[in-house]
């Protein structure tokens, strides 16, 4: 059911939050001239997602308890990051005393793109952003909550991002060689596994430099750090942004 004037906690991943604040605040701004309640609960902390990842699952309860507690109360959680979301709604350990506020937010989280266009019902952005870009599906996104069609499925194509920006005046979407092959980032996987993970971002990097990209575009910072620092070492000038941000400008 679709919630007229929704109040939306606005949870922003760790490395958003340290690192990439404007697409924090372009997020925000998006969703408020979409005509969303925005509020931003200044408690909140990491939702657990690396110490999960790394084996530790028992020990994000305590940051499970907490994120029930700062995002219960609101209509829909909605995150500028595939996989942190996936990991609130699928991953992360049940806690009994608060089961019934953990269900409502795990059935009411959302990755920004997949809010604006399966809640709100925004078919497409008007707007103008004249670049040559490249898309970056993040695997999280892509095959955990099924944000675009992946190669490994006979289906028909789709991509939730990519149809929010299909109306933007200048934009030319590149046709990439490999077009949801992941970055190498992995979370924990970019420290215990250094030189493969590096190379596979040389790989996603060379397949859009290949093909006269200005700017890889995604949906999960993360990703986008992990291809960035690359291309700093690699001294490429290909700029990284994550789509809030075009969004946001585009119709600003």
């Not at 530790?56 to 907490?66: H, N």
């Not at 109360?73 to 995150?79: E, G, S």
């Not at 892509?142 to 149809?163: I, M, P, V, Y």
């Not at 397949?207 to 006269?212: A, V």
Request: aromatic share 6%.
């Amino acid at each position: 059911m679709k919630i007229e004037s929704p109040h939306i906690g606005l949870f922003i991943p760790c490395y958003i939050d340290q690192f990439y604040p404007n697409v924090a605040i372009a997020t925000l701004e998006l969703l408020e001239k979409l005509g969303c309640k925005v509020t931003y609960p200044l408690g909140q902390t990491c939702c657990g997602q690396p110490m999960s990842n790394a084996g530790f699952e028992a020990d994000t309860e305590g940051t499970t308890s907490k994120f029930i507690r700062d995002f219960a109360r609101f209509d829909y959680i909605v995150a500028p990051s595939g996989s942190c979301v996936l990991h609130v709604k699928d991953h992360s350990p049940k806690i009994k005393n608060l089961k019934k506020n953990q269900e409502h937010i795990q059935s009411n989280i959302h990755e920004l793109s997949e809010f604006i266009t399966d809640i709100l019902k925004v078919d497409s952005i008007q707007g103008s952003f004249p670049h040559k870009i490249g898309f970056h599906a993040s695997c999280h996104g892509l095959r955990g909550l099924r944000l675009a069609s992946d190669s490994e499925r006979n289906e028909s194509a789709f991509n939730k991002t990519l149809q929010l920006m299909r109306d933007l005046k200048g934009m030319e979407v590149v046709e990439l060689t490999r077009k949801d092959e992941c970055c190498g980032f992995g979370g924990t996987f970019a420290v215990s596994e250094e030189a493969i993970s590096v190379q596979m971002g040389k790989d996603r990097l060379a397949d859009h430099i290949d093909k006269g990209v200005e700017i890889i575009v995604g949906g999960d910072m993360s990703c986008i750090m992990h291809m960035q620092g690359i291309a700093a070492r690699e001294n490429e000038s290909i700029q990284l942004m994550h789509f809030a941000e075009i969004l946001n400008q585009a119709i600003s």
